[in-house]
């Protein structure tokens, strides 16, 4: 089928679901319609320049549309949304055309060349309208009932959990161009090239700018491995090249990817060592399934980490007590994965009900940013790590830790920072799609396994 009419044909099932979704929000929370921003561009301090744009989450939901701040999607139930598509007179920057593409049939696009014209396209009454996005100068003026209402935005982002299948098509596309990045990075770092060059041949192979990107790129060689969010880009090579941790993901229609390799440039002991925390990493993954409860799907993977960390000697006590002694969170301090979608972390992943409310995190795991029980639609990473991060390894010198921890191996693996793996899963009724491995595949023709980078 030709793709762009299956996009159509998706996206309009998608708007038709998103509506159903709107619906009952509005209807349960008592408002008669919804007005998303888009977002304005954020000026720097004391500077005639803005901050790179990002559009909202909540109105790229609706729409693809991320390069165009102050528009508007207006939504009243039994209506065609309205999109107020923000066409200003301006001759310093380039001024976006009302886009005619696969999705804009759902929508009534109407131009408006400023906030007064998109007031003034809208009802002249909004007493009973929410808002979602962040509060602009002026807004009070414009008389809508509630900004961000907490339990409007709950029952949308509950919901949002569970995937449509255009957007399920658009992660799909973000990790088949995230693969593409990642082979391309892949061979830059066999190569030698330092931590920017590595960045700047993920970003060709995507066809992307980095603010395009849905978060800064990790790439991070030897020791910065253990820096979980790294966010320098070294300019030269370091003297010797052992290891490379990338974190990298694109996007496609708004959606991220969220994707990490590990690499050992020449060392056969930290190369195995990647191997078998790939097993490790796919046997968390074989686990998923619609009506697990993620926070055991957490604890697990503490268990399955503390056991390789056993077996490769790194600890010197079984994985039960390493997990209970709180040994396996100085080398895994993250949680073991979040909801994927239109943000990174995307919103929801700690709600009780639709109503609002927090599931909380399991004690002792602060960082989980998911605590639901899965559903199919849902998409989670799963992005197991182990790391030597020296603030966390010195903490656990100076208590009863320390003996159960081999130092000796632990100084020997420093020099290469960290491993983490992770992948892109859609749950489905009987298991999971791993997004990312059969994008790996479609690209490159193998599953695109962490360890020694294709030369
Ligand atoms: N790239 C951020 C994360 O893996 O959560
Ligand atoms: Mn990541
Ligand atoms: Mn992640």
Redesign the pocket.
Known sequence: MDEALDLAALHAAHVLTLRARFDRALSACGYSGVLVHSGSLAPIFRDDQTHPFRAHAWFKAWVPLHEVPDCFLYYEPGRTPVLLFHQPSDYWHKVARPPRAYWTAQVDLRPVADRAAARAALPRDLGATAYIGEPFRGLAAWGVSAANPPGLLARIDYDRAVKTPYELACLRAANRLAARGHRAAARAFAGGACELEIELAFLRACGAREQELP?NP?IALNESGAVL?YQMLERTPPAEVRSMLI?A?AQAGGYAS?V?RTYSFADADFSSLIERFDEVQQALCSGVHAGVDWRDVHLSAHRLVAELLHESDITTCDAEEAVATGVSSVFLPHGIG?LLGLQ??DAGGLLRSPEGGEIPRPEGHPHLRLTRVLEAGFVV?M?PGIYFIDPLLDAARGDARAARINWTRVESLRRFGGIRI?DDLAVTASGTENMTRDAFRAELGSPGAPGVPER
Do not use: N, W
């Open positions: 978060y990790i969010h974190d993901g969220d990490t979040h990174v972390h990473t992005e992770e």
